[in-house]
């Protein structure tokens, strides 16, 4: 591990984190900010968040290769990290074919823009790709602090590290607290609907042991359990003990933060 994230995490749309919530869920001990939806090169919020903060990681989830150009990107993470050293991870990935259509491997992609950050000297050590399958799991760990799965189970995270060996290994987690469980799945499948018809996460979710019957919308009961757990916070833990360094925590529901301040003192008691 080249960055210390802390166990637990939060993810979330970057658009939709404040700085007053980052200080607050740095006070409740969550350890990293993970900013999902693709942000744009000069990547925006990071530096207000990490300004509102003293220890607290901000990471991007992710960085999109298609939208986002190599060089660009390049820049912002200098920038950033002259400000704040060592507090800024960047993550990038290819995003999903239906939405980006992109016009070559996107596999061969991921490492031309790899090979594009060494140029401009963004350190491995600062840079994580999302990653699912084998193929890039291993190009993850290879030329990467590690891995950040998205919509993934415990068992992918106990694969996937076996395919990372020691590089750090970021899964994230939608999670629902409610103990009416047919109200809490309803809340889980008005988010991870949209990504059924996605072709990378469907397939590896296939990989998993998953039918066709269970991805198809709006997903099994079986499925939704394991992508959008609700119940103990010993079900949030799952992934820590298959293997995940950290563990970015997306919590469902009209008041996330509600969630997280719940969810907060229960976590660090799992953790000692």
């Given at each position: 591990?080249?960055?210390?994230?802390?166990?637990?995490?939060?993810?979330?749309?970057?658009?939709?984190?404040?700085?007053?919530?980052?200080?607050?869920?740095?006070?409740?001990?969550?350890?990293?900010?993970?900013?999902?939806?693709?942000?744009?090169?000069?990547?925006?919020?990071?530096?207000?968040?990490?300004?509102?903060?003293?220890?607290?990681?901000?990471?991007?989830?992710?960085?999109?290769?298609?939208?986002?150009?190599?060089?660009?990107?390049?820049?912002?993470?200098?920038?950033?990290?002259?400000?704040?050293?060592?507090?800024?991870?960047?993550?990038?990935?290819?995003?999903?074919?239906?939405?980006?259509?992109?016009?070559?491997?996107?596999?061969?992609?991921?490492?031309?823009?790899?090979?594009?950050?060494?140029?401009?000297?963004?350190?491995?050590?600062?840079?994580?790709?999302?990653?699912?399958?084998?193929?890039?799991?291993?190009?993850?760990?290879?030329?990467?602090?590690?891995?950040?799965?998205?919509?993934?189970?415990?068992?992918?995270?106990?694969?996937?590290?076996?395919?990372?060996?020691?590089?750090?290994?970021?899964?994230?987690?939608?999670?629902?607290?409610?103990?009416?469980?047919?109200?809490?799945?309803?809340?889980?499948?008005?988010?991870?609907?949209?990504?059924?018809?996605?072709?990378?996460?469907?397939?590896?979710?296939?990989?998993?042991?998953?039918?066709?019957?269970?991805?198809?919308?709006p997903g099994s009961d079986r499925l939704l359990d394991a992508l959008a757990v609700h119940g103990s916070a010993e079900q949030v833990r799952a992934h820590i003990d298959a293997g995940?360094?950290?563990?970015?925590?997306?919590?469902?529901?009209?008041?996330?933060?509600?969630?997280?301040?719940?969810?907060?003192?229960?976590?660090?008691?799992?953790?000692?």
């Amino acid at each position: 591990m080249t960055i210390d994230l802390g166990r637990y995490g939060v993810w979330r749309y970057y658009k939709l984190f404040t700085p007053e919530a980052a200080a607050e869920l740095e006070g409740l001990g969550y350890g990293a900010l993970w900013l999902g939806g693709s942000p744009t090169p000069d990547l925006p919020v990071v530096e207000d968040l990490l300004a509102a903060t003293e220890t607290l990681k901000v990471g991007t989830s992710i960085v999109n290769i298609w939208t986002a150009p190599a060089g660009a990107v390049a820049e912002s993470f200098h920038r950033i990290e002259q400000r704040f050293p060592g507090r800024f991870v960047l993550g990038i990935g290819c995003g999903h074919p239906e939405a980006d259509k992109p016009y070559r491997s996107p596999y061969e992609a991921l490492v031309e823009y790899l090979d594009e950050l060494d140029a401009a000297k963004v350190p491995v050590s600062g840079r994580m790709l999302a990653a699912l399958g084998p193929k890039v799991l291993k190009l993850a760990a290879d030329r990467t602090a590690g891995a950040l799965p998205y919509l993934t189970t415990p068992q992918h995270t106990e694969q996937a590290r076996t395919a990372v060996g020691d590089a750090l290994l970021v899964p994230e987690q939608k999670l629902v607290v409610d103990t009416d469980a047919e109200r809490a799945r309803a809340t889980g499948r008005s988010v991870v609907d949209m990504y059924l018809g996605l072709r990378n996460y469907t397939t590896n979710l296939q990989r998993l042991g998953y039918t066709d019957d269970d991805i198809a919308k709006p997903g099994s009961d079986r499925l939704l359990d394991a992508l959008a757990v609700h119940g103990s916070a010993e079900q949030v833990r799952a992934h820590i003990d298959a293997g995940a360094d950290h563990l970015a925590l997306q919590a469902l529901g009209e008041d996330y933060l509600a969630t997280l301040r719940a969810l907060a003192p229960l976590l660090t008691q799992s953790s000692r």
